[in-house]
């Protein structure tokens, strides 16, 4: 099975910055598209990024102007750049990739385990 590692969460002041990595662990043929989302206690999971092989970017309104996911292709890396983090943005950041393929055929629906952002006042 495909595994999705992220790394990058910790504890920031509002203001500050962080970058989020997420990487496959085996050996990938392609990925068409690749996302971040979140979810803070008590809420529902939301988008916060997704980006194409192409480089096509899509936004959560929440995180516009703040936020760039980019990739890097050949590592089936991506990453997401926090600015202007503020509390509201503290939540459980999770991976996404829908749809893989792999020397064993198309696989779906692989999420990370997820890392804490969490961001003080």
């Known amino acids: 099975q495909v595994q999705l590692v992220e790394s990058g969460g910790g504890l920031v002041q509002a203001g500050g910055s962080l970058r989020l990595s997420c990487a496959a662990s085996e050996s990938i043929f392609s990925i068409n598209v690749m996302g971040w989302y979140r979810q803070a206690p008590g809420n529902q999971r939301e988008l916060v990024a997704t980006?194409?092989?192409?480089?096509?970017?899509n936004y959560g309104d929440s995180v516009k102007g703040r936020f760039t996911i980019s990739s890097d292709n050949a590592k089936n890396t991506i990453y997401l750049q926090m600015n202007s983090l503020k509390p509201e943005d503290t939540a459980v950041y999770y991976c996404n990739a829908p749809r893989v393929v792999t020397s064993r055929g198309v696989e779906y629906n692989y999420w990370g385990q997820g890392t804490q952002v969490t961001v003080s006042s």
């Open positions: 980006i194409t092989r192409s480089g096509s970017t």
